[in-house]
């Protein structure tokens, strides 16, 4: 089923690559809407893989809008999300 999921720390097409690329095997491809605050991905995706979703979107810095992050695990995520834009910028 097609979903729509808020994402935080999306910043711009480097964010937007490194999504499409690090979900692509696990998830298939995926969809980043930039021109929405908070960011959005889509893509097929059955319920019972949201949990994984949720997880890789943490583990690469953005996690989804409805996540409760300490703070400092906040910061680490903002921290990932810089590497991760950087990553996708240098590989587009």
């Given amino acids: 089923m ?4 808020e994402v935080v720390n999306v910043k ?3 964010c937007a690559n490194t999504l499409k690329t690090k979900l ?3 998830f298939g491809e ?4 930039l021109e929405v605050e908070p960011r959005q ?9 949201v949990p994984a979703l949720r997880q890789a ?4 810095g953005y996690p989804m809008s409805d ?5 400092v695990e906040g910061f680490t995520t903002t921290a ?11 590989n587009t």
């Fill in 30 to 33: 995926v969809e980043v809407n």
């Fill in 80 to 90: 990932k999300s810089f590497v991760s834009c950087a990553v996708g910028k240098m």
């Fill in 41 to 49: 991905i889509t893509l097929e995706i059955e319920e019972s893989q």
């Fill in 12 to 14: 711009c097409g480097g």
């Fill in 24 to 26: 692509l095997e696990e």
């Fill in 67 to 71: 996540e409760d992050l300490s703070t």
């Fill in 57 to 60: 979107l943490k583990s690469l």
């Fill in 2 to 5: 097609k979903q729509t999921f």
